[in-house]
């Protein structure tokens, strides 16, 4: 099994351009995460999906962010337009029962918006 | 308050020492509890879970439960430098919600 893959590792754009992260997850995962993690918040849940079905994005920042899985092997995240702040390691991670069971974390994205 | 606190850190301990991090969670019906490890530049990897009060022994790691004072432990015994790393506690707040919080995370430093 090849884990969680995402891509890009690392992304470097330019304020207000549009982002696009990726990922993979384990095949037979049924729970999808994405996360961000930066020094001041820690790593912090922006969405999640069951079954490509997003059950729960208060975490998600703002308008600015939206997050798609249109089947099981894919989902993406997307930033448009893009702000400094929003710099950060990018988490994908999956798991067959959710938060109740180990969550499989991908490399993660870096992204830096300057 | 934070849904999950852990002790800043950072913590430095000699190796060979026992290593101590502490985590408290906010939602008295949170069921399942974590703790995962994460080197620099790397992802979290979980190392150990525990779903009922008392010690759960893995190794020279224990994770330690308490649900009545909503408290959540991991003890590191004869600590080796491979073990400095970021230690990241998370709680899954049970019922029908599926989302793991994370705290965090509490940077160890094994000194040799």
Redesign the interface.
């Known amino acids: 099994d090849a884990g969680v893959i995402q891509s890009p590792r690392h992304e470097v754009t330019e304020m207000g351009q549009e982002v696009t992260l990726r990922c993979k997850p384990i095949s037979g995962h049924d729970y999808l995460f994405w996360y961000r993690q930066t020094m001041m918040r820690g790593l912090e849940l922006l969405i999640y999906f069951n079954n490509n079905v997003p059950i729960d994005d208060s975490g998600m920042p703002e308008d600015r962010f939206s997050a798609k899985m249109p089947n099981a092997s894919f989902s993406t995240l997307k930033i448009q337009p893009s702000e400094p702040r929003d710099s950060a390691v990018y988490f994908c991670a999956s798991s067959r029962q959710g938060g109740y069971e180990k969550l499989f974390f991908g490399s993660g994205t870096q992204l830096s918006v300057l | 308050q934070k849904e999950v606190e852990q002790n800043s850190g950072p913590l430095s301990v000699p190796e060979g020492a026992i290593a101590s991090l502490n985590c408290t969670y906010s939602d008295r019906g949170s069921?399942?509890f974590?703790w995962y490890r994460q080197y620099s530049g790397?992802?979290?990897?979980?190392i150990m879970?525990i779903y009922s009060n008392g010690d759960k022994e893995d190794g020279r790691f224990t994770a330690q439960l308490n649900k009545a004072s909503q408290y959540v432990s991991l003890l590191i015994r004869d600590s080796q430098p491979s073990d400095s790393a970021t230690y990241?506690c998370?709680v899954?707040?049970g019922g029908s919600?599926?989302?793991?919080?994370?705290?965090?995370?509490t940077l160890l430093t094994v000194n040799p």
């Open positions: 069921q399942s974590f790397k992802s979290p990897e979980l879970s990241l998370a899954n707040s919600n599926y989302k793991l919080t994370f705290g965090k995370g």
